[in-house]
């Protein structure tokens, strides 16, 4: 899954500055990436990366901006899965004596 932000500096020049990437330590282990800060940025997160941040780190003011997001995939997974447990919570209840 790609997450999209949008730094643009408030003096009007370019933004500068670092991205750091911070992925999930439960299962395996990444060390943090750093990136240089662009106009358009593109953090990508693995199937593994549950949990993970990203810390922005600027050489002068800058205003973020992310995109306003629609449903992906990952929104329709978390309901099969509620879907599914559901299912399995109601047929537990009807076959127990």
Known sequence: MDFR???SALD?????????ICGSNWIFPKPPVTQPLKA???????FWDTF????????GAIEIATPNRHAN???WMIWAVVL????AVVMTLVIAP
Do not use: C, L, M, W
């Open 5 to 7: 932000f949008h730094a």
């Open 12 to 20: 009007g020049g370019k933004p500068q500055g670092e991205v750091e």
């Open 40 to 46: 358009d940025n593109v953090v990508h997160a693995g």
């Open 52 to 59: 993970f941040t990203v810390t922005v780190t600027a050489h």
């Open 73 to 75: 995939v990952s929104r």
């Open 84 to 87: 599914i447990i559901v299912v």
